[in-house]
């Protein structure tokens, strides 16, 4: 997968003690490959997606799936509020959601399933998948990462794959210098420091493994 050539040869990316996951490369890009073919079906390129999620290998998966496939992938941390995700819903015109339940997707008006990935859903709007159409630089998919602040009106930052790699090459260089060998998610992967300083560069680097806590459910 030529956009993912990246991903050292010798990444590993590993779940929780209660996932028991371990994916070395080539399963994590057949999981990819998955993920992005169901995508593909789903919604096809150039949607734009939002997902809710714990952290995991899955999380991952999609996350590179997504860039892969010419979609845009909107990461929504699980701490914020209804009022927080619809905002950032509305913001980001999202074509469809990986929700982990049928009944946080359709609070948020995602009611049709298109694509299950073991686990986490893919649900789209009854009225179908509008497809953005915004402008461009580069043929695969932007992410765009809100932050909540202090008020129910998240702002949102968005990032080409381009942006993203060039800040993970960069922590690359000093983390290999300095002899990193293991990366543990302290933070969720949808907050942009934890999904691109820490996984990306984790990815990047080799040699290393990612260890993925699971986080606390939003309440």
């Not at 070395?24 to 992005?36: A, F, I, T, W, Y």
């Not at 941390?77 to 209804?82: D, K, L, S």
């Not at 080409?160 to 993970?168: D, E, F, G, I």
């Amino acid at each position: 997968m030529p956009l993912l050539e990246w991903v050292s040869d010798d990444a590993c990316v590993e779940g929780s003690e209660a996932d028991r996951q371990r994916w070395p490369k080539g399963e994590l890009m057949r999981q990819v490959d998955v993920c992005r073919a169901g995508l593909l079906k789903a919604v096809g390129s150039r949607a734009r997606i939002g997902l809710i999620a714990e952290n995991s290998p899955r999380w991952i998966a999609i996350d590179l799936a997504a860039h892969s496939a010419d979609i845009d992938l909107v990461p929504l941390p699980g701490f914020f509020t209804i009022e927080q995700l619809l905002h950032a819903i509305h913001a980001s015109r999202l074509d469809a959601i990986f929700c982990p339940a049928a009944g946080l997707a359709a609070s948020l008006g995602f009611t049709e399933e298109r694509f299950d990935a073991r686990g986490l859903r893919l649900f789209a709007m009854r009225s179908g998948i509008a497809c953005y159409s915004g402008s461009r630089e580069e043929n695969y998919g932007h992410k765009i990462t809100f932050t909540s602040g202090s008020t129910g009106r998240p702002k949102g930052v968005v990032l080409s794959m381009r942006q993203q790699l060039r800040a993970t090459r960069g922590l690359a260089d000093i983390s290999t210098r300095i002899g990193i060998r293991r990366h543990l998610c302290a933070l969720p992967l949808a907050v942009l420091l934890e999904n691109v300083a820490g996984v990306y560069t984790a990815l990047n680097i080799g040699a290393l493994t990612v260890k993925c806590n699971r986080n606390a459910k939003r309440k």
